[in-house]
């Protein structure tokens, strides 16, 4: 109970992290996306072409730099990878597809519906389903592999990467693209964005929380420590809002900030963020934590998810507040189905090599 009771309470640090976010000018019910936040980077650097949402979240630099510090005074700051890079890359794609066709990553999700949107609860039996899937697969033998050794340049490369996009935002070079309207003209200010980001990055690496792993671990093993932290940033993110925001608190479906209420597809998209994540090991933040402290598999994914943010805008497949797209309802069936083979085929791998 100690030990559940830290991970619930620094679940809720990351979640009244969120509230104060979203009360100093981040985006309706999105104090933290890491799937939106990686979006409008990649817009910044001029990927993709949505002008609605483009801005180097200083929020990404600080996770970057606070998992990286605490994975170096931890001993965890070490290089690895190898371990099937390209599915990687093509799950963490699809991943972003999915996320962008519900409007949020999972942890948006939980945030959302701290807010009131019930869309999230749609998208919550999505996500839990899609990971239900995913552990089917896991029982089966599926396994990416494992990693191992890299050079040591490579658990470098994203603190650098930090520090590239933190010069970006500070000096603001002509080639840097910067929204003037829509979400990504919306913000907290830098340096409260960049501590809030160093605080929920510092508290990711060292406990672990992970999204898809607390429901994961909830289905194949019974066990509820990770749990208890997502538990945490709802309750404390519910209290934070109900206190501090309470005129942005809106109970239901309609009139919700950066959603819609097409049902089936916030559902369906979830269900493909929830089996992408299952057979990463890990959500979006989990991967962008595990890529800060020098895992190059979880770097890998990273890039699918901005590669998948690029071509989600640049081919209309992201969603806006009228619904989602056609383009993106064809690419989250492309997706559940090119996700699928990929579990089946590495499951049947696995089996083959252990008989």
Known sequence: MNSKLKMFISGGVIGLVGVVLLILGNPGN????????????????????????????PEIIGIIFGSAIMAFIGGDFKSKGGSSPFVRFVLGFFLMIGALVFLGCPLRM???????????????????SGIFIGIQFLKKGYSLGKSIEQSQIAKYIMPIFGLVLLIFLVIRPAFILFSTEGPGSMAAPVIAALVGGLIV????????ICTAGGFRDLMLIKDTHFLFGLLGIFVFALAGN???????????????????????????GMALVGLCSSLLGGCPIR???LASQGDSDAGITVLGLVMGAAFSHNFGLASSGAGPTSNGQIAVIIGL???SIIGYAVTRKSQLKVK
């Open 30 to 57: 999105m104090g933290l996306c890491i799937a939106c936040f990686w979006r409008d980077i990649t817009g910044a650097l001029g990927l993709h072409r949505a002008g609605v949402v483009q801005y180097i979240r």
């Open 110 to 128: 939980i945030f959302r519906l701290a807010n009131g949107d019930l869309n999230a609860l749609i998208g919550l039996f999505g996500y839990v």
């Open 287 to 289: 991967q962008t934590v």
């Open 337 to 339: 189905v090119v996700v």
């Open 242 to 268: 109900l206190i501090f925001n309470f005129d942005s608190f809106n109970l239901g479906f309609a009139n919700q900030p950066i959603a819609h209420t097409n049902h089936l597809w916030n559902f369906l």
């Open 201 to 208: 990055g510092a508290l990711l690496q060292r406990t672990r």
